[in-house]
T-cell receptor, first 115, second 113 residues
Framework: DAGVIQSPRHEVTEMGQEVTLRCKPISGHDYLFWYRQTMMRGLELLIYFNNNVPIDDSGMPEDRFSAKMPNASFSTLKIQPSEPRDSAVYFC?????????????FGAGSRLTVL | AQSVTQLGSHVSVSEGALVLLRCNYSSSVPPYLFWYVQYPNQGLQLLLKYTSAATLVKGINGFEAEFKKSETSFHLTKPSAHMRDAAEYFCAVSVTGRRALTFGSGTRLQVQP
C-alpha cells in the first residue's frame, strides 16, 4: 500500500484566499484524522471520522474550517477565508477498525503558509 | 480526559550514549500509550505501543519503553544512540472508546558525534 497520501505538500497563499487540503487514507482503514502541527501548540486534533461520518470536530478552530469525507477513499480540509495564523503543517492519518489500541498511520503532511 | 507530559523539549547525547526521553501520562482509566518519531519534513512513524500485554515494550530501531503505573510514566530508552536517531519524538495516549490520540509537546533529540 502507498500509505496515506496528502496533497499538496506545500501551499503558499495570501490572506483571504480559500485553501483545500486533500487526503487519501489507506485502503480498508475505517478511521480518518486531521491534525495540525505548529511550534506554539504542537500537534492538535482537528477532527476525526469513522466510516465517513464525523465523530469529533471539537478541535476545529472556528467556522472558517470545514472537513468532509464524501467516500472511504477521500477527505478534504478547507479553510475559507485563510489567515496568517492558519500557517502550519496539516497531517492526515488513518487507522483500522478494531478493539484496543488504535495505531495511526500518518501522511507526510501539507505545509501551509498564509501571507 | 487523558494527557501526556514530555519533560525536556531538547535532549542532546553523544553517539553511543544512552538515550532517555521522559513521558508522564494522566488518565482516569487504563491508557494505551505510544511513542512516535518524526524526521525532518516527514510525517510521524510509530516506534512502539503499550496495550497492557507487557510493561516492557520493544519497538523499532532498538528503542524500548517501560510502563510504570506507580509513577504514571512511559519513558523511552535506547542503550546506544546513533546519528540517525536525531529526530523529534512524541509520546501519545488514548483510551478505550476514543480512537484519537492525544500527543505530548515533543522532545527533539540531538546526537553529537
Amino acid at each position: 500500500d502507498a500509505g496515506v497520501i496528502q496533497s499538496p505538500r506545500h501551499e503558499v497563499t495570501e490572506m483571504g484566499q480559500e485553501v483545500t487540503l486533500r487526503c487519501k487514507p489507506i485502503s480498508g482503514h475505517d478511521y480518518l484524522f486531521w491534525y495540525r502541527q505548529t511550534m506554539m501548540r504542537g500537534l492538535e486534533l482537528l477532527i476525526y471520522f469513522n466510516n465517513n461520518v464525523p465523530i469529533d470536530d471539537s478541535g476545529m478552530p472556528e467556522d472558517r474550517f470545514s472537513a468532509k469525507m464524501p467516500n472511504a477513499s477521500f477527505s478534504t480540509l478547507k479553510i475559507q477565508p485563510s489567515e496568517p495564523r492558519d500557517s502550519a503543517v496539516y497531517f492526515c492519518a488513518s487507522s483500522e477498525r478494531g478493539v484496543g489500541a488504535n495505531v495511526l498511520t500518518f501522511g507526510a503532511g501539507s505545509r501551509l503558509t498564509v501571507l | 480526559a487523558q494527557s501526556v507530559t514530555q519533560l525536556g523539549s531538547h535532549v542532546s547525547v553523544s553517539e553511543g550514549a544512552l538515550v532517555l526521553l521522559r513521558c508522564n501520562y494522566s488518565s482516569s482509566v487504563p491508557p494505551y500509550l505510544f511513542w512516535y518519531v518524526q524526521y525532518p519534513n516527514q510525517g510521524l512513524q510509530l516506534l512502539l505501543k503499550y496495550t497492557s500485554a507487557a510493561t516492557l515494550v520493544k519497538g523499532i530501531n532498538g528503542f524500548e519503553a517501560e510502563f510504570k503505573k506507580s509513577e504514571t510514566s512511559f519513558h523511552l530508552t535506547k542503550p546506544s544512540a546513533h546519528m540517525r536517531d536525531a529526530a523529534e519524538y512524541f509520546c501519545a495516549v488514548s483510551v478505550t472508546g476514543r480512537r484519537a490520540l492525544t500527543f505530548g509537546s515533543g522532545t527533539r533529540l540531538q546526537v553529537q558525534p
